[in-house]
């Protein structure tokens, strides 16, 4: 498959995407993005040692999400100016230096900036997404832009099980430590294996941030998926920031039982190169129509029958996973084909959107559950993709259209 491309400065490579390098892109987007989620389901490990009010423990994975936001506004549309892979190498060795405080800190305060500079530090992946998207043709990007994504949902699902076993064992220390290490070997990985990219685009830096607004202002496709993948996030965000904490307390497992339960939501992840087909032969409306209904109905399980217990809530787990995972995939397909010069910057802002949603939901997960349990985190988390195919099914499907 020879990629070939179109008004890059020298310094650009022209490559053969093969499937050994779509397959590096995905483990590399995997392992970054796993930052991220390493906290969830140890929040309830982290907030005692560090003497954290429990309220508040939702705030570690709410401020690493926003970090993450902030660092895709600011950071990710660079990737439309400098070159790509220096960029990538930059952000990553920042990744390693707040990991590794993390694994050091000892008051709530800073762990809290820690996690944002966590967040913040993590944009390479999004930066690798469209550097994929920019080597592949057209007629196959969104395959590989699925296939890439699985390896990115993997990372996120497979962080928590990961981070609970060896929070478990080692302590949460550990886990830190141990990304810190893995984050190493990245770099070195990006150094050797990744291909270089130099845009074509020239303008400065404030230009680049400006031109975010009229992106934003001209393209109405962007802002209805942004819309929609925002609210499905955040339904995701409030599941797994909650869950743990039910798992603990009602059901009484431990974080070993508590990581097999998030490793059989990894499922959900085969919907990424599944959506990405579905987009490559055009039936994005109908698909979408799905991924937005099955999270909606997600939670049905758990209110219809609470005596259902652990195995209602894995099937939301599931089907979440997989509505969340699809429907991302099939926007960033949309996405990526508005305007190739500007696809850093389109996926900032789609992304943005995404981690802003996502930080909404974990934000306010402990203090609903502490509220009204786990039922008032259903029905809040029913609400926003329900918000979602609302939008769609009268607005957003014409446009999709």
């Not at 830190?176 to 990006?190: P, Q, R, T």
Request: aromatic share 10%.
């Amino acid at each position: 498959m020879s990629a070939r491309p179109s008004a890059e400065r020298a310094g650009t490579q022209h490559v053969e995407l093969t499937r050994g390098l779509i397959a590096l892109f995905a483990f590399c987007c995997g392992a970054i993005v796993a930052n991220l989620y390493y906290a969830q389901p140890i929040t309830e490990l982290i907030a005692p040692d560090l003497h954290m009010a429990s309220g508040t423990a939702s705030l570690i994975v709410s401020l690493t999400q926003i970090g993450y936001a902030l660092g895709l506004f600011f950071v990710v549309p660079l990737g439309d100016l400098l070159e790509n892979r220096k960029l990538m190498i930059a952000t990553v060795i920042v990744s390693i230096g707040s990991l590794t405080a993390a694994a050091f800190a000892h008051t709530p305060g800073w762990f809290l900036f820690i996690s944002l500079l966590i967040g913040f530090s993590s944009v390479a992946v999004q930066i690798l997404i469209p550097l994929a998207a920019h080597f592949a043709p057209d007629e196959s990007r969104g395959k590989v832009v699925g296939t890439v994504m699985s390896g990115l949902l993997l990372g996120i699902l497979l962080s928590r099980p990961i981070a609970s076993v060896v929070a478990g064992h080692f302590g949460w220390r550990a886990m830190f430590g141990a990304a810190a290490v893995l984050m190493a070997f990245i770099a070195v990985v990006l150094v050797l294996t990744i291909p270089q990219r130099q845009p074509s685009h020239q303008a400065t830096y404030f230009q680049l941030i400006g031109s975010l607004g009229h992106l934003v202002r001209g393209m109405r496709l962007l802002r209805h998926r942004s819309f929609y993948q925002g609210c499905m996030f955040a339904s995701f965000s409030l599941f797994w920031t909650a869950i743990p904490i039910e798992l603990t307390r009602h059901y009484g497992l431990t974080q070993t039982q508590i990581g097999l339960f998030a490793l059989i939501g990894a499922i959900g992840a085969s919907s990424a190169p599944i959506a990405g087909r579905l987009a490559d032969a055009g039936h994005t409306v109908p698909a979408t129509f799905v991924a937005l209904l099955l999270a909606a109905l997600a939670y049905l399980p758990v209110m219809i029958h609470p005596a259902w217990g652990v195995g209602a809530l894995v099937v939301t787990g599931v089907l979440l996973d997989f509505a969340v995972q699809m429907n991302m995939v099939l926007g960033q397909r949309e996405i990526y084909g508005l305007h190739a010069v500007s696809r850093n910057r389109l996926n900032a802002i789609y992304v943005t959107s995404i981690f802003v949603g996502g930080a909404c939901g974990s934000a306010f997960a402990s203090r609903i559950y502490e509220s009204g349990g786990w039922h008032f985190v259903a029905l809040l988390a029913t609400a926003f993709p329900l918000l979602a195919l609302a939008h769609y099914a009268l607005i957003g499907r014409r446009v999709t259209a």
